[in-house]
């Protein structure tokens, strides 16, 4: 029976020591409870976790990228947009990460929904489309700030898709066209500009040289008689006028 019992004793060290045995890859580590209360962290590689004293916990280290649902959005202009993203973090501190937090994955969800929202709220539409890399920024800096004390960097934001209304994407190209009729416009009225300087200043040197307009009289008649299709009239009085400042 004494045999026995040293057997049964080996026994049971040794499935002791087995079930105390933990292994953690590179990217993970182990927050260890002492009796309820926390004691340290652990890993990576092999470690112990002494049964029923000592329970662990593992986390993460990896950067995980978590989609953020599509929100329904009011813009600072009375424009209601659906907004999603994709939000990039990781567990620096997995001790706070477990200890300051009940599942951090879903309250990072939760915290980015709203954080969406009232910053996108807080700006108009041409600033949704236009300043994506700001409001990213901007998203990343609130996110960032709530998460430092769970443990949790928030690396990167970025929105990925602003969805608009059928009526408002009209409205939007009726304003583009607008715009593009408007700078048109601009530019006809500055070429009549800058052409009406060049008149001036033509009709003022050949005012000083009557010889040069006779010139650019006869010059003219030379170029529209290529055209054989056309009947060329010129008053006479002109043509005296002309001759008569020449002399």
Do not use: C
């Not at 997995?94 to 994955?105: L, S, Y």
């Not at 408002?168 to 304003?175: E, L, V």
């Not at 006779?214 to 009239?233: G, K, M, P």
Request: charged share 25%; aromatic share 6%.
């Amino acid at each position: 029976m004494t045999g026995y019992s040293v057997y049964i004793v080996l026994a049971v060290v040794l499935l002791f020591f087995i079930s105390a045995i933990r292994i953690l890859r590179e990217y993970e580590r182990g927050v260890i409870f002492m009796l309820g209360r926390f004691w340290k962290v652990k890993g990576p590689g092999f470690i112990l976790v002494i049964p029923i004293i000592q329970q662990m916990e593992k986390v993460d280290l990896r950067t995980i990228v978590m989609d953020v649902p599509s929100q329904d959005v009011i813009s600072r202009d009375n424009v209601s947009v659906h907004v999603n993203a994709v939000v990039y973090f990781r567990v620096i501190e997995p001790d706070k990460a477990i200890i300051q937090v009940e599942h951090f994955n879903e309250a990072i969800s939760q915290l980015a929904q709203t954080t969406l929202r009232s910053v996108l709220g807080q700006h108009e539409l041409d600033e949704m489309l236009s300043e994506r890399d700001r409001l990213n920024a901007d998203i990343q800096t609130v996110l960032d700030q709530q998460t430092d004390a769970w443990g949790v960097k928030v690396s990167n934001v970025e929105i990925k898709h602003v969805d608009l209304d059928e009526s408002m994407i009209r409205a939007i190209a009726k304003q583009a066209e607008a715009e593009r009729t408007r700078r048109a416009k601009v530019i006809h009225a500055e070429g009549e500009m800058q052409a009406s300087q060049k008149l001036l200043e033509a009709a003022q040197i050949l005012a000083e040289q009557p010889q040069a307009l006779q010139l650019r009289y006869l010059q003219t008649l030379t170029e529209i008689a290529n055209d054989r299709s056309n009947t060329i009239v010129f008053p006479l009085e002109l043509i005296e006028s002309l001759f008569n400042k020449a002399k």
